[in-house]
């Protein structure tokens, strides 16, 4: 295989303890097998060794597997990638002609703060409760986690805003439909190094895969890849909002994948169209409140997609912004808010919604918008001539695209 995924600790944990027990029954195996050998061997009529039956019957170790993904052994210290069945990450058979994947992406999701409280009063459930038809009528949910989910660390210092989830609050993106995370954004290191340790752990935990970030850089760009149907979507996390340089993964240094140079993300992107029929990149960038893409999100988002990226999915400004139709592809500049703390007096942060992509293996996209409306954190479909002015003012906020009454996103030609 052109591309092997790494494999921190924190995901392997769970499948390095089987692999263990596995290869210790494959080694006792071996040593019930040699010593048998050896005493026939030793018989007055042996006649010499015989070739070793395989245990699905006379296969020889060539059928076992490919040459590029050997059988494990119990030398192994690290269990080898999983299969599709598992996380989508192992050989998949190519999707029939004509299938197709409906990926659904959402904006900042905030399990902290204002909405921590709500959470402990209401329950796990809370906040996703009106949105999770739309979550959960596609084969891939995912959205951007904007804080660490963790009960230790040290609070960043110099912030503004510093956030802290529990573990428990993941139960209701598990339940809500979430299938993947993004921990490229300005908070994933509200609580250090340990607290973004304990957040891909918690993450692991719950069976939400995640991207982004790592315990250096290798780790921060490998993509996240799931399969459905037989289409395999790699899931790239980056931030072009990074509050401090330490906060970069780099060689030997854990941290977020950053792309205020877009090197590492391109040869990202690049590795993971070798495995994968899709590439999408979550990126974390823009100005906040501002409901149009400044130059620097254009000029990544153009770069990307030129990479071979087949969406490029925005967040951080907390508002919505625009779409545009770049070379057959799709950038979504900022999907705003999902679930975050609302303010006081009706805002235009409090617009949201679930912009669903229906693609195929050749990473065609139709891309359709749900509005919604969000109130005390909990977003939900919003009142239909409110939706109409949404999808009319996202129209004209778009590039080389328009919006319709439905919400259907169209390439103008």
């Not at 590029?68 to 029939?96: K, L, Q």
């Not at 809370?126 to 989910?149: C, V, W």
């Not at 770069?303 to 057959?328: C, N, R």
Request: aromatic share 6%.
């Amino acid at each position: 295989m052109p591309y092997s995924r790494t494999r921190s600790r924190q995901k392997t944990r769970k499948r390095a303890r089987r692999w263990m027990y596995v290869n210790l029954i494959l080694f006792l195996a071996v040593l019930v097998a040699g010593g048998a050998y050896a005493v026939h061997a030793l018989k007055p009529d042996g006649v010499g060794p015989k070739p070793a039956a395989s245990p699905g019957g006379g296969a020889q170790p060539s059928d076992l597997g490919s040459p590029s993904e050997p059988a494990p052994s119990a030398s192994e210290s690290s269990p080898p990638d999983p299969s599709p069945s598992e996380d989508g990450n192992g050989e998949a058979t190519p999707a029939p002609e004509g299938t197709t994947v409906s990926l659904a992406f959402v904006g900042d999701i905030l399990p902290a703060s204002r909405v921590g409280e709500l959470i402990e009063r209401r329950g796990v459930d809370y906040p996703f409760a009106l949105a999770k038809d739309a979550l959960q009528g596609a084969d891939i949910t995912a959205g951007n986690l904007e804080a660490p989910i963790t009960k230790r660390g040290m609070p960043a210092e110099n912030k503004q805003f510093v956030f802290k989830g529990k573990p428990e609050y993941l139960a209701g993106l598990k339940n809500a439909g979430f299938d993947v995370l993004s921990l490229a954004n300005n908070h994933t290191l509200d609580q250090g190094w340990i607290g973004l340790r304990d957040t891909m752990d918690a993450l692991d935990d719950a069976g939400l895969q995640h991207m982004g970030s790592g315990a250096d850089d290798k780790e921060a760009f490998t993509p996240a890849i799931l399969e459905r149907g037989g289409i395999r979507v790699a899931y790239i996390g980056v931030s072009n909002v990074v509050p401090d340089i330490s906060w970069k993964a780099d060689r030997n240094h854990p941290g977020v994948a950053e792309t205020y140079d877009t090197t590492r993300t391109v040869a990202a992107i690049r590795s993971a169209k070798e495995v994968a029929d899709l590439v999408v990149v979550m990126v974390h960038w823009g100005k906040e409140r501002m409901d149009r893409p400044i130059d620097v999100q254009t000029n990544v988002g153009h770069t990307l997609i030129d990479a071979g990226a087949d969406l490029v999915i925005g967040s951080h400004p907390h508002v919505l912004q625009g779409f545009e139709a770049y070379k057959g592809k799709w950038i979504a500049y900022s999907l705003g808010n999902f679930v975050f703390t609302t303010p006081v007096k009706p805002s235009l942060t409090q617009e949201t919604g679930v912009l669903t992509a229906k693609c195929n293996a050749k990473g065609e996209c139709g891309l359709k918008f749900d509005p919604m409306y969000a109130t005390d954190s909990q977003p939900g479909p919003m009142e239909p001539t409110s939706a109409q002015l949404l999808l009319a003012r996202l129209s004209k906020l778009s590039y080389g695209a328009k919006v319709d009454e439905n919400g259907v996103i169209t390439a103008l030609r």
